[in-house]
């Protein structure tokens, strides 16, 4: 690969942070083209503009880096636009010492592809950068577009609250934050964490799951981080860990509340320093590693009840994604059914082309306490046995004590579903424009007054929306 051209945009200037940032990416000879300047001031975007502009006359320009401080995140993201209509496809990564959860994300939905928070990192920050780099001369191949049909064919729904929370996956596959995923059993947490990882410029390289509630506590570390010969009765060999095994990857922690007290400090440190210690070894090993877990459980009351520390849930809990129940979403459940009878009609060999109206209606009244999981497997255990060219009520087996009838109103239950809407549909609003109240009820075709009858009925807290 030629060498990169890189400016760096800096927005706090006074901490020297562009000035070590470029001592140390000229450190890497991959990297040895670059460019920095610095500008303050009332108005930075024409100074920004100019001095991209005279940047990109005398070369390719292939990455732009912002640095911010917790003041200016509001006009990074005037900037991180404004750079986003010139050059569309230009990776943008920005550098903040301070940066809360929902204003990262509207960073990277302004158009930022990756971030990174202080201190830095020389591990960090450079195989980021190099990521970045040979990414985006993937972006347009069709290489990159088999990988984003297959990343997120699995994710199958059209209902408001599924696609509120997938719709994020495309963004945060672009970054290297960790994410937390959370939603009940059989919702679909590891096919989310694998969407993630194939949509990324990691995608190349291991995905390693990794069920924490399924090995003993005195086994947890060795499975991790390995072990090196003699340092247990019977460790004859060395051995690596997950963590060595999903190096340049991702490693998914499912069910991250099963993990025991000293192995939370011990991850806590890897997030933290990238680095971390093999069983019986005085030896620092280093590896880069991309981290999403995943919990069915409240993490928060467990926080509370001092099973978790807070530390490691916010470390783990920059990106929240969680999946909504199928029961929540009961106007999937006909379209995921259909998506496996095509799925074991295939594997089986058997021409059945669909539902009765009778078994979709079955299937709509049941609760599915294990989620899309379990309709999975019912779905399968009907085509199976079934003889017929179509799926009937008779084929499908239920545990009738679940089974589920409707016992509010019409008008209660439509009450129940506006409501739903109501509240998805502002979040959503505030958080594309930052908690702007003007803009949005601009946006909802309201008056400033009835969209704040609305902001109050839902009891939403505006401040959260707006950055800084």
Avoid at 27 to 52: H, I, M, W
Avoid at 179 to 186: Q, R, S
Wanted: charged share 25%; hydrophobic share 40%; proline share 4%.
């Amino acid at each position: 690969m030629k060498k990169a051209n890189i400016v760096i945009i800096d927005l706090n200037p006074s901490t020297k942070i562009g000035c070590a940032l470029r001592e140390t990416i000229e450190t890497c000879s991959k990297l040895n083209a670059y460019v920095q300047f610095e500008f303050s001031g009332d108005s930075p975007s024409v100074a920004c503009d100019r001095e991209l502009a005279n940047v990109s006359a005398r070369c390719q320009l292939d990455l732009i880096i912002f640095i911010l401080s917790p003041c200016n995140l509001k006009q990074a993201g005037e900037l991180i636009q404004s750079v986003r209509k010139k050059f569309s496809a230009l990776p943008i990564f920005f550098i903040a010492e301070k940066c809360k959860a929902d204003e990262m994300f509207s960073l990277l939905k302004l158009g930022a592809t990756d971030f990174i928070t202080l201190p830095l990192k020389n591990m960090e920050i450079l195989p980021r950068l190099w990521r970045l780099l040979e990414h985006q001369r993937e972006q347009n191949t069709l290489t990159y577009r088999l990988k984003e049909k297959l990343g997120l064919k699995q994710l199958v729904g059209e209902s408001l609250p599924f696609l509120d929370e997938i719709k994020k996956i495309p963004t945060v596959a672009k970054c290297d934050a960790t994410v937390l995923v959370t939603g009940e059993t059989g919702t679909g947490k590891e096919l989310c964490a694998r969407a993630i990882h194939y949509l990324s410029p990691r995608a190349s390289k291991p995905f390693v799951p990794f069920n924490c509630g399924a090995i003993p506590t005195e086994l947890m570390e060795n499975e991790l981080f390995g072990h090196v010969q003699g340092a247990f009765t019977g460790a004859s060999t060395a051995q690596a860990g997950l963590i060595d095994a999903a190096d340049s990857g991702t490693l998914f922690l499912d069910d991250i509340d099963c993990l025991p007290g000293t192995s939370q400090a011990k991850l806590l440190r890897f997030l933290q320093e990238k680095e971390y210690r093999q069983l019986g070894s005085a030896k620092m090993f280093q590896a880069d590693v991309r981290v999403i877990a995943a919990t069915n459980s409240d993490l928060e009351a467990a926080v509370d009840e001092g099973k978790l520390r807070q530390d490691l849930y916010f470390r783990l809990n920059v990106i929240p994604i969680r999946l909504p129940a199928l029961r929540d979403r009961r106007e999937d459940v006909p379209l995921l059914a259909g998506h496996f009878l095509n799925k074991y009609a295939n594997a089986f060999k058997k021409q059945i082309t669909g539902f009765t109206s009778d078994a979709v209606k079955m299937l709509m009244l049941y609760d599915w306490p294990g989620n899309v999981r379990e309709l999975e497997h019912v779905v399968e255990r009907a085509v199976l046995f079934c003889e017929h060219p179509v799926i009937r009520e008779t084929d499908i087996s239920l545990p009738q004590k679940k089974a589920a009838t409707c016992k509010m109103s019409f008008k209660d239950a439509k009450a129940e579903v506006v409501n739903k809407f109501e509240r998805s549909y502002i979040e959503r609003l505030l958080l594309s424009y930052q908690g702007n109240i003007t803009r949005a009820a601009q946006a909802a075709q309201k008056n400033r007054r009835a969209f704040w009858q609305l902001i109050d009925k839902h009891q939403i807290d505006v401040q959260t929306f707006k950055p800084g």
